[in-house]
């Protein structure tokens, strides 16, 4: 029997496993405060579907399971969202959400149909961010002007996107690296936690109303 150290990446395994996480709460929270500084307070929530199937809609003021956002990683997401909404006095059941695979085609366009009157959108994955903005330029609206996005784990096609999307970087190259040298490390298991980094590029913007 061969007992190879190792660590876990993105969920807290216990006190006797080495473990490396973002505090994907707080950086869910910087997220929805930035929009609602900006003066938006009409949102729409893109959450994930692990798993295939089709885009679920939660339609507002609807009793809502942890699992309507995804993993524990994801529901800490929208723990942030709500921490700040809440902050503002808004209450994130009212607020349209749209669980989907981040690849699924439909699912931009099923949260748009649901949250007309939305200035703004956060998305639990930049994928899908993305698909809300072209969809919503297919449409006709201006992004930021008439409708600011902010998704979530960065990658480079973000930062190259039109327009260049705001998103929080979930970290992900900082985590490996934080992984391995635990693991190189040895040792008694250890547990850390980064601290996300809030990216602001041009996909929002303050709310015209």
């Known amino acids: 029997l061969r007992r190879l150290a190792f660590a876990v990446v993105d ?3 216990g006190p006797h496993i080495s473990s490396v996480r973002v505090d994907t ?7 929805a405060r930035h929009l609602i500084e900006l003066g938006h307070r009409r949102f729409a929530i ?27 990683t994801d529901q800490e997401k929208l ?18 959400m749209v669980q989907a695979d981040p690849w699924d085609p439909a699912a931009a366009g099923l949260l748009l149909d649901a949250a007309p009157g939305a200035t703004a959108v956060l998305s639990m994955a930049v994928m899908q961010a993305m698909a ?28 190259e996107f039109t327009p260049p999307v705001t998103t929080v970087d979930g970290m992900s190259v900082e985590k490996g690296v ?32």
Not at 48 to 55: C, Q, S, T
Not at 142 to 155: A, E, F, M, R, T
Not at 186 to 195: C, T
């Open 79 to 96: 723990r942030g969202y709500a921490e700040a909404f809440a902050e503002a006095g808004l209450d994130v059941g009212a607020m349209p």
């Open 11 to 13: 969920f807290d395994p």
């Open 178 to 209: 934080a992984a391995a040298r635990m693991v190189f490390a040895g040792g008694a298991p250890r547990h850390q936690v980064l601290q996300p980094r809030f990216i602001l590029r041009g996909s929002t913007a303050p709310t015209r109303g």
């Open 132 to 159: 809300v903005i072209r969809e919503a330029q297919r449409r006709g609206l201006s992004v930021p002007g008439d409708l600011s996005v902010v998704g979530h784990n960065d990658i480079p096609e973000a930062a």
């Open 25 to 31: 709460r707080s950086g869910a929270h910087a997220a």
């Open 46 to 72: 893109m959450s994930f579907l692990r798993g295939k199937g089709p885009a679920r809609l939660h339609p507002p003021g609807q009793h809502r399971s942890a699992d309507a956002a995804g993993m524990p």
